[in-house]
């Protein structure tokens, strides 16, 4: 270890927060300990209090702190999908699970970042409405309900992007929230891109340094942000061979910033989206660039499914009668819920305890 890289790994050592959500000057602290240290913490969609609940329990178990994010779908199942306003169901049900948060993650004893993923233009009221319930908070206690929320506009034009950008993370800074932005397109059926795109070849799925730098010349200026770049990550899980990941793309943003602004090394926040199913050394290499955060839910998705659906599989009879219909043995104790999803949390505890190691964040929680 060279000398800076040894005081780096010493100051992010050295930063001890309070368990429990973490906003503001604390949350730029993290992010940054997450950088010195080589580390990157998983942000893990929730839909409900199951899967928010194991991704607290897996920290825990990991003595790792993570990212707690909700995209609009599952803010909206969090409300619960009966809830007839679905447009008020996405924002109520974001609030609804960040409160969960709040009162529950400091007795975990990690630090949990809590978020909102991926909003399209469509989707910029509901990110305003969550920063309206941000403001109300701040007023009471000096902290944002939420730490940061994201904007994907990278359908759009660079100028119109970072244009909405800037005026949300204007709102937002004042309450020491920050901004997840989107540069360049990332493949996949979350973004309803599909597969058509062709892999390698396709320019537009690796996001270009000089708009990166673009980005950070305009929203530096205005607060924090962190930029999720595409070199050549898909979301979602898809067959070997579907695409090729280039992290050194996101070497060459942080380069040219740093050489464009004479910042530190590795000035950006960088996110990785689509982290599901990729190659283990592409997502060491990609942190070592600068990544702090890597997004996952479709291996959580199918590790929380997978246990119960053994279970069922294995005792068919339990999920169609409650008392045998031969022998009059009672099913209660295997169709109650309790039963059931909790091996589905388990599930999903296990699965983020690989993606904390993959990650180089377990063991790593700041929380004193
Ligand atoms: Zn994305």
Known sequence: MNAAVEAAASASAALKL????????????????CKAGGYALPAVNVTGTNSLNAV????????????????????????????KDEAKARVLGAVSAARHAHLLAQHYGVCVVL??????????????????????????TGKPLFSSHMLDLSEESLKDNLETCARVLKRMSPLGMSLEIELGVTGGEEDGIGAEHDGADNA??????EDVAEAFK????????SVAASFGNVHGVYAPGNVKLR?????RS???????????????????????GSEKEKIAEAVSYGVFKMNIDTDTQ??????????????PKAFQHQIDPVDGKPYKKFYDPRKWLRLGEKGMVARLQEAFRDLGSAGKSVAE
């Open 302 to 315: 199918f590790a929380l499914a997978e246990p119960i659906g053994k279970f069922v599989l294995e005792n």
């Open 247 to 251: 992290p050194e793309i996101l070497k």
């Open 56 to 83: 607290l329990e897996a920290a825990a178990m990991a003595k790792a702190d993570v990212v707690i994010q909700l995209s609009n779908g599952g803010a909206r199942f969090f409300a619960g999908e009966g809830m």
């Open 18 to 33: 309070p368990a429990g959500v973490v906003t503001g000057e604390d949350y730029r602290a993290l992010v940054a300990a």
């Open 204 to 209: 537009k799925l690796y996001t270009q340094p």
């Open 254 to 276: 942080q380069d040219l910033v740093q050489a464009q602004f004479k910042t530190p090394g590795k000035p950006l926040n960088l996110v990785f989206h689509g982290g599901s």
């Open 115 to 140: 978020h909102t993923d991926h909003a399209n233009r469509k989707l910029v009221p509901w990110v305003e409405q969550m920063i309206g319930f941000s403001e109300a908070e701040h007023k009471q």
């Open 218 to 225: 305009l929203l530096s200026m205005i607060g924090h942000f």
